[in-house]
């Protein structure tokens, strides 16, 4: 009887050990999966994307398993800082702002952002063009911020939507004079298909440093360095075989890692 008792104890004392390591193993993004080409849903209800295609292929560089957590843009950071899940993979830029609040990887992509309007409109993403015009904005981005900060006091009226689509959506049926959000979204996910015939860029990138940051990286909570130092390691690699320039190929047609 004292031996099983001993026994069970040794094991109750293991098991917490044993699943600590096979967590470790396994690395949790958070997504909203309504950007494409970077994180969408096919018709099946699978994640598909740039973002979820580097996730995948860091993980397996790491020998570890990705899963994939959704959620809304507006909510990323409160959900990391809660644990909901342990990195962010959606597209998110690595400006001061958020740096307050977490850390990032390295550089995954370049994120410059651009105006859409309708094609032979004469706007500039510049307040004194904007002045009266309705803007959407993805609501949680960096694009919100920054129109919120220098549009709206100069009489652009901005409005935040929940989701990249209802975007275009108020864009298409006239609600809205332009939609200001990531060039390469805007390029692949709206005017290179149907529903973006008739519109187009208006206007140059916006290049502040509010908007862009440092690029797009993988967003971690400060108290996680060790993945942070982890996933550099998988981004390095990746980029270094191959796999990173493969996966790009898929969906760009030019070099969306920049400099």
């Known amino acids: 009887m004292k031996r099983y008792s001993l026994l069970n104890l040794l094991l109750l004392a293991i098991l917490p050990l044993a699943a600590h390591a096979q967590d470790s193993k396994v690395i949790r993004f958070g997504v909203d999966p309504t950007y494409p080409p970077f994180e969408s849903k096919a018709p099946d209800g699978t994640l598909v994307g740039f973002d979820i295609d580097l996730g ?3 993980c397996a560089n790491l020998h570890a398993r990705c899963v994939w957590v959704e959620q809304s843009f507006d909510a990323m950071i409160p959900a990391l800082q809660a644990r909901k899940f342990d990195a962010i993979l959606s597209a998110m830029s690595a ?6 609040q977490i850390d990032f990887t390295d550089k995954i992509y370049n994120g410059p952002s651009r105006l859409v309007a309708a094609t032979g409109s004469t706007l500039v ?3 004194a063009s904007l002045k ?8 949680g981005s960096m694009q919100e911020t920054f129109a919120k900060a220098e ?14 689509d209802a975007i275009y959506q108020d864009l298409t049926t006239g609600r809205l004079d332009g939609a200001f959000q990531s060039a390469v979204q805007a390029d692949i996910g709206f005017l290179k298909t149907p529903r973006g015939k008739g ?8 290049k502040d440093k509010r908007v862009a940051g440092d690029g797009v990286a993988i967003g971690v909570r400060k108290d996680n360095t ?21 996966l790009a190929h898929k969906y760009f047609d030019f070099n969306i890692y920049g400099d």
């Open 132 to 139: 009266g015009k309705r803007i959407g904005v993805d609501q």
């Open 56 to 58: 995948n292929a860091i």
């Open 151 to 164: 549009w709206a006091p100069q009489g652009v009226t901005v409005i935040s939507y929940p989701t990249q």
């Open 226 to 246: 060790a993945l942070a130092a982890k996933l550099n390691t998988g981004i390095a690699a990746i980029r270094h075989d191959g796999t990173y320039n493969r």
């Open 125 to 127: 993403p510049e307040a």
């Open 95 to 100: 400006t001061a702002v958020r740096k307050q």
């Open 199 to 206: 519109y187009s860029f208006a206007g140059e990138e916006v």
